[in-house]
């Protein structure tokens, strides 16, 4: 295809993850143990947990379903995420306390904050600060998560400053640049809310700073007090209205005892609690549009399939995510609507009324797209 071969082609990259964290005892496990279950349920896909605290979770979509009623494939099989449950923070965990820099360390690794927040009272589980209160407790997580980065970028600017006595002018302008960035932190805030200039940029992307990535609160809010989720969750989600951040609430408990029942109990405990439907789908979809995902679709003989792809991701990108093959030997893509293919019924009819388009390896691929690629090995 024109291609020299031996090429570097793009890496293929892993799915996506999302880490849980917080405070010890704010329901992280339960919520994980919830999704990692409750996951199983939504789809045919056979989930795998890697190990107790990675799990592939399944992302329910309608449109996958729309499809699959139309289609009628032997196998429907959802676009999944990663979830990690991450071990409960303390105050001092950027000087080391408690599980300290481990934690901090399994933060650094994923694309995105889930940050579970305990709002329910229960008298016999332990509360790490003495009383209930989501935002001082919320912003103990964060000044930890800030101080652990502004001792980073400290690192860097200190190694900036060595290059710049040697005479490297470029370090100087990083020096300056860092510490610009390093006043922005001490005074509370967050990097993603910080516009990091130039010549600083590729150090600091290189950081992975734990503040510059996206958050999505998470209310884990008592039984009692849905379906609202009460004043706790409240204050809570005007926290996370202030920054930006997304915000949940949901009964941890309750979405994991919802995966051990039928699903006729499941709809009736939901009722007796208020609720027209559970939280975890909620929460899961959420997460999926905080890694800032996009799904298209692919449609084989005998199988419906959701993939994950960031914003943005090419034809011959998406491609690759399916095969390496498919990505060098990329010749066209075949794209679809999802809409416009339930519309007409399968493929075959689609291709016949011209509905089908043809794109080429740049080609930007949207939300809902059915793609079908051709390539020649
Ligand atoms: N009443 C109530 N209890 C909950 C809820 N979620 C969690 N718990 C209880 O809170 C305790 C701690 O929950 P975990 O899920 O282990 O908390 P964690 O955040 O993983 O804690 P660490 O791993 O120690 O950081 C357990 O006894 C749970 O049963 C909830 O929604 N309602
Ligand atoms: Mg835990």
């Not at 999926?288 to 994950?308: C, G, I, K, Q």
């Amino acid at each position: 295809m024109g291609r020299a071969a031996g090429t570097a082609l793009p890496p293929t990259r892993m799915s996506l993850a999302l880490g849980l964290v917080g405070l010890p005892n704010a329901g992280k496990s339960t919520l994980f143990n919830a999704l990692t279950r409750g996951g199983a349920t939504v789809a045919s896909y056979p989930f795998t947990t890697i190990d107790p605290n990675l799990g592939h979770v399944p992302v329910p979509d309608p449109r996958l379903e729309a499809l699959a009623r139309v289609l009628r494939p032997e196998r429907v099989v959802p676009a999944t995420i990663r979830f990690i449950d991450i071990a409960g923070l303390v105050r001092g965990a950027s000087k080391g306390e408690g599980l300290g820099n481990r934690f901090l360390a399994h933060i650094r690794e994923v694309d995105a904050i889930v940050h579970v927040v305990r709002c329910f009272t229960a008298g016999d589980v332990a509360m790490v600060e003495g009383d209930l209160n989501p935002v001082r407790d919320a912003e103990i997580v964060e000044t930890e998560l800030a101080a652990a980065d502004l001792e980073s970028v400290a690192r860097a600017r200190a190694a900036a400053a060595t290059r710049a006595k040697s005479g490297d002018a470029h370090a100087k302008e990083q020096v300056a640049a860092l510490q610009r960035l390093e006043q922005g932190l001490a005074t509370g805030t967050p990097a993603r809310r910080l516009a990091v200039e130039e010549p600083a940029r590729e150090i600091v992307r290189d950081l992975r700073l734990l503040t510059a990535k996206p958050v999505l609160y998470v209310a884990n809010v008592g039984e009692g007090d849905l379906p609202a989720g009460g004043a706790h969750a409240r204050a809570l989600r005007a926290l996370a209205d202030r920054q930006g951040a997304g915000f949940v609430a949901l009964a941890a408990r309750l979405e994991a005892e919802l995966g051990d029942l039928s699903e006729e109990d499941a709809r009736a405990y939901l009722e007796a609690v208020g609720l027209r439907e559970p939280g975890l789908p909620r929460l899961i979809q959420a997460s999926y549009a905080l890694l800032d995902l996009v799904s298209f679709f692919t449609v084989l003989s005998n199988e419906v399939r959701a993939w994950p792809a960031p914003r943005g991701t090419t034809a011959v990108e998406a491609a690759g995510k399916i095969h390496t093959d498919m990505q060098r030997g990329f010749v066209r893509a075949e794209v679809i609507g999802w809409e416009a293919l339930v519309a007409q019924g399968s493929l075959q009819a689609a291709r016949e009324h011209g509905a089908v388009r043809v794109e080429g390896r740049d080609y930007v691929v949207a939300d809902g797209d059915v793609v079908t690629f051709r390539f020649a090995v």
